[in-house]
Each structure stands twice: as structure tokens, then as C-alpha cells.
């Protein structure tokens, strides 16, 4: 559609003044700019970080590999309601129930397998959890060398939990409100102080 | 034995030195752009070969050289294979008339630190051959049949076309001064004194040749043959390994051959008040003489970097219109001073005072009443939603 004429309004350019006509005192002023950056960078002040060698300090609340937290008798926390799996948009946690075993819940995760590849790691099963059994930690450099090896079943996402809390990096709590009976005591975990 | 100190094979051994010197000091010279990039942006560049990243350089030439030899099954074959040829092979003829250390025309016997010394045309071979480096630029990016390659192509032959003129003019001036086209000349009637170099009579010259060199040699903010946003590469898009290695070593020799150029016709070549002065050379003046002229040359060289990281592109018709508008008009009032302080005899100080009145007197002008021009705009309120 071609433009109409009344939707064309004529603007004066702001006029430049003598100095900047001139042109070269702004190129100068860059230029100085420029080199106050390179003489910072050249004394130390440079951002970036030597990963391999430095491993990067990420906030508590990053989503990597994920956990299936204990309780404070080392039984998985989990109670097999298929929340987490209903909420998961890749459809990657795949669950089978079974009676559990303690008096204290119906259920048990029988078998618990989640694919970290189809996983997008968007945190809704963390959210969806009852009972803050499955989280996301910190863990960001996650290789494997087979599709296979990347499917973390129950034994391995509970070795994730006591490799990060014995590592103290526990993940912040992204969900915090009436939580079920499986995991009422171990809701103590405190956020990190936001100062 | 006569042969040794025949000129000829004397010209051969140096052109040899050289040609082996320009791609290392060029892969180098690379190596300090990026390190320069990086330090600017606040970061800290290549630095995982060698201590300091200082083998990176040899890395890089090692994967040009050993990288697949990719051509599309579309192109030219013979000028797609002659381009980067030409691309190198012109920016190192032009090498060949320019001083890269001591030179004593009184003394024609000595050791001259250039390839052809005494070449009385010279900076006329240095433009005729410059000017040939535009081929390359056309002839890759025509014989690439990609449309990428060809508009950047076209852009080149454009810019480059146009910037010769103010280069060529604005050192015309100081070859009037002088009164010979001879780089030796040129640097030993500046070298008189730290107030006879040619830049306190011609800074608006200088000035002019440097903007139209940035053109020339492709960097920014002129580089629009090859702006990545628009043109993908470029007319190098279809180019790979060590081809376009070699347009990227025609590029830095280019820079590095004008580099030489500023400091020489404008900066007083070898010269410096104090350290190297005219007359008999011994062994620690040569060693100084060359010193100065590659420290004035790097300084000109860090300076292009900066700039590169300073000023946004052109967009294309800025920059014609810089050099149709701006640089041709300044450059040749120029020229006419310096024949008017020619022809009179006047003092080279009154071309000073027209060049200063040359950089304050337009922008003056232009930030008057013919600074403010009126633009469309598009009105994006009333007349657009009443007709919907």
C-alpha cells in the first residue's frame, strides 16, 4: 500500500552545532572512550571468566540436571502422584507406582526414568511437585556419551541429591506452600538470604 | 665479488626478506586486532595457544593452509582462482617503492631499507598499483556468481573509485612542496626539522588522506564491501581456506603499506627530532631510523583499530557523499594553495593557516542555515488510523 500524502510529516533535523560539525572532537571523545576500555581490560578489569578452569558461581536458583530429594530417612520423597509428569511439557519423567512399603504414604515410585535430553529443563515439574521431591540443581555441564546414558533413572537422580548436598549446593525452593504429609519435616530447607 | 653488490640481486635478496616478513608481521597484525578487539569490548581475546595466545597466529595460518579447498560448482574457476592472487599480489608490488628504514639519497652507494630504491615516480607506482587491488575485489565477487559477492563487489568498485580521487589529491600538495614524487625525497625534505614535516603545513591533508586510505584499504567505518549485517561476507562469501587467507593478507599489507604512506608523506618518514637526523649514517642511526619509522607506522596502525571500534559503518550514500561533497572540494582548495605558496614563494605556514580554515570555515558553514535540512517522516498517529 503506498503511503498516503497527509501521513507524511516534514521534521527538521536538530542542527548540529559548530562542534559537532566538526566531527573529529566526537571521534576523538570514541576514541578516548574506546582506550579507557583497553587500558581497563589491560589492568584486570576484563568480565570474562576462564571456564574450564573456573567453574562458574550460578545462582542457586539455576535449572540444571535434576534430583529426586530423600526424606530424613534417606527413602526417596517422592509419592508417585504423576504431577511432575503431567506438568512436564516434553513429556520426559515417565513413572511407574506401586504400593509403598512405609505406613505414612499410599504410593511409591516404583521406577522413576527421566530423559535429560527431551528434558527442557523449564522447572514446571519442580513447581508441580506436592511435596518438593524433584528439583533442578545447579549441575550445567551434563555429557554423555549415549542416549541411553542420558535416561537418569531413580537410583542415579537420588545420587544427583546426595552428590549436591554433600557438595552444599542445594537448590533454592521454587515452591513453597501447603505441602502434602510425605514432606512436611523436610520443608526446612531455607531459601538463600537475598542479601 | 661483483654479483653480491650488483643493485639487482641486492633488490632480489630484500624483496625476499620482505615477501617472507609481510605474512608473519600480517598474521600477527591480525593477532593484535583481535587482542585489541577483545581488550576494548572488556574481554580478553585469544589466548589458549602458547603463552598469552601468541602462537595463535601460526594456528591460524597452519588451518588456512590445511582446511578444505571448498568451490562451489558455479563460479569462474579461472578468475575465482586469479582474485586473490591479484588481492595479494598488488598490495605487495605497491610495497616494493615505499621505505621501511634508512634511505640517504646523498649517497646512492649505501644500503637504501626499501626494495626499489630510487624510483622517482614512486608514490605515483604506489597508486597506480593500489589501484589495481580493486580488481581482485571485482573480479572475486564476479567470478563468485553470488549475488552477495557481486553487490559487495559493485559497492567496492564504487568506494574505491571514488576515494582515489581525494587520496591522490591531497598528497598532491605536499609533492608540490617537495617538488619530486620520490618517497626518499619526500622524507628528506621533511627531515630538515621536527617543524618541516608536512603534517604542520597540510593537517587538513592529512587528515583527507587518512579517511580516503580507510576507504581504500576497506577498514571501518568504510568497510561496506564486506559488512556481515547485509552482505554476508561479502565479495569473499564464497571463499574459503587459504583463498581467503589471501584477500584477508592482501587487506593487512594494504594497511600496512598505508601506514607507511601516512607516516612517511605526512609524519617525516624515518625522521625525529633529536634521535635521526639527515647526513652519514652509522650502524645505531640506521637501527634508530628504522625503529621510528615502524613505531610511527604502529601508532597509525593501533590508531585504524581504535577507530574500527569507535565508529559505527557508513551507510552508502555518506560515504559518496564524503568524498563527492566533503573530501574533493577540501582537497583541491588545498591544491591550490600550496600553487599559489609554489608559485609565490610564500611561506608553507600560510597553507597551515588555509588548511585550519579549511577544517573550521565548512563545518561553520554547514552548522548554519544549510545545516538543518527537512526529512519525511512517517506520522504514525492521526492519518494513519482515520483511514482504517
Redo the contacts between chains.
Keep these: 500500500m503506498p ?2 500524502a ?13 562542534m ?5 572532537p566526537s ?1 576523538v571523545d ?2 578516548l ?3 579507557k ?2 587500558v ?3 589492568r584486570g ?4 571468566q576462564q571456564f574450564p578452569e573456573v567453574e562458574p558461581k550460578l545462582p542457586s536458583h539455576y535449572r540444571g540436571v535434576h534430583r529426586l530429594n530423600r526424606d530424613e530417612q534417606g527413602r526417596v520423597k517422592c509419592v508417585a502422584c504423576y504431577l511432575c509428569s503431567t506438568a512436564c511439557p516434553a513429556h520426559c519423567i515417565d513413572i511407574v507406582a506401586a504400593p509403598s512399603p512405609w505406613p505414612d504414604r499410599e504410593k511409591y515410585p516404583e521406577m522413576f526414568v527421566l530423559d535429560e535430553l527431551r528434558c527442557i529443563y523449564c522447572g514446571m515439574c519442580e513447581e508441580a511437585c506436592p511435596v518438593d521431591a524433584i528439583e533442578l540443581t545447579t549441575l550445567y555441564d551434563l555429557t554423555g556419551l549415549s542416549r541411553q546414558e542420558m535416561l537418569f533413572d531413580k537410583e542415579k537422580l537420588l545420587s544427583v541429591y546426595d552428590q549436591t548436598t554433600q557438595a552444599g549446593t542445594d537448590p533454592a525452593r521454587t515452591h513453597r506452600g501447603q505441602l502434602g504429609p510425605a514432606s512436611e519435616k523436610a520443608a526446612d530447607v531455607r531459601l538463600p538470604n537475598p542479601q | 665479488m661483483a654479483i653480491f653488490s650488483h643493485p639487482m640481486f641486492i633488490a632480489f635478496v630484500v624483496s625476499v626478506l620482505v615477501i617472507a616478513a609481510i605474512p608473519g608481521i600480517c598474521s600477527y597484525l591480525i593477532f593484535a586486532e583481535r587482542k ?1 578487539a ?7 581475546g585469544p589466548n589458549r595457544v602458547g603463552p598469552w595466545g601468541l602462537f595463535q597466529p601460526i594456528a591460524d595460518g597452519l588451518k588456512f593452509l590445511f582446511k578444505e579447498q571448498v568451490v562451489p560448482n558455479h563460479v569462474n574457476k579461472v578468475i575465482y582462482f586469479l582474485a586473490p592472487a591479484i588481492a595479494v599480489l598488488t598490495t605487495l608490488l605497491a610495497f616494493a617503492v615505499v621505505p621501511f628504514g634508512s634511505t640517504n639519497t646523498q649517497n646512492p652507494e649505501e644500503f637504501q631499507w626499501m626494495i626499489a630504491p630510487g624510483v622517482d615516480i614512486g608514490i605515483l607506482f604506489i597508486f597506480a598499483v593500489g589501484s589495481l587491488a580493486v580488481y581482485a575485489i571485482i573480479l572475486g565477487g564476479w567470478a563468485s556468481n553470488n549475488k552477495y559477492s557481486f553487490l559487495g563487489a559493485l559497492r567496492s568498485s564504487a568506494q574505491v573509485i571514488s576515494y582515489e580521487i581525494p587520496l591522490g589529491m591531497s598528497i598532491l600538495g605536499v609533492v608540490l612542496l617537495t617538488g619530486s614524487l620520490n618517497l626518499e625525497r619526500i622524507i628528506e625534505h621533511q627531515a630538515q626539522g621536527f617543524f618541516h614535516w608536512n603534517v604542520w603545513y597540510q593537517p587538513m591533508a592529512f ?1 583527507i588522506f587518512w579517511l580516503a586510505a580507510l576507504a581504500e584499504t576497506n577498514r571501518l567505518p568504510f568497510d561496506l564491501p564486506e559488512c556481515e549485517q547485509e552482505l554476508i561476507g561479502g565479495f569473499h562469501t564464497e571463499y574459503s581456506a587459504m583463498k581467503f587467507g589471501m584477500f584477508f593478507l592482501g587487506e593487512y599489507t594494504h594497511m600496512i603499506t598505508v601506514s607507511f604512506l601516512l607516516s612517511i608523506l605526512f609524519l617525516g618518514g624515518w625522521h625525529f627530532p633529536g634521535l635521526t637526523t639527515l647526513g652519514p649514517n652509522t650502524a645505531g642511526s640506521v637501527a634508530l631510523k628504522f625503529i621510528v619509522l615502524f613505531g610511527k607506522m604502529s601508532l597509525f596502525i593501533l ?1 585504524i583499530m ?2 574500527r ?3 559505527p559503518r557508513f551507510r552508502f550514500d555518506q560515504l559518496m557523499g564524503l568524498a563527492w561533497k566533503v573530501l574533493i572540494p577540501l582537497a583541491l582548495v588545498n591544491l591550490v594553495a600550496a600553487m599559489f605558496v609554489k608559485h609565490y614563494d610564500a611561506s608553507p605556514w600560510w597553507l597551515t593557516l588555509v588548511n585550519v580554515g579549511l ?2 570555515v565548512p ?2 558553514w ?2 548554519g542555515p544549510i ?9 504514525v498517529g492521526v ?2 488510523a482515520a ?1 482504517v
Excluded: C, N
Design positions: 503511503m498516503q497527509q501521513d507524511v510529516r516534514w521534521v527538521k533535523e536538530p542542527r548540529l552545532s559548530l559537532d560539525r566538526l566531527y573529529l571521534v570514541g576514541i572512550t574506546t582506550g576500555h583497553l581497563k581490560t589491560l578489569g576484563e568480565f570474562t | 585489541i577483545a581488550w576494548v569490548q572488556d574481554r580478553i587528515l590508531l581504535m577507530i571500534w569507535t565508529l577544517f573550521f563545518a561553520w554547514a552548522s545545516g538543518s535540512m527537512r526529512r519525511p517522516v512517517r506520522e492519518g494513519a483511514r
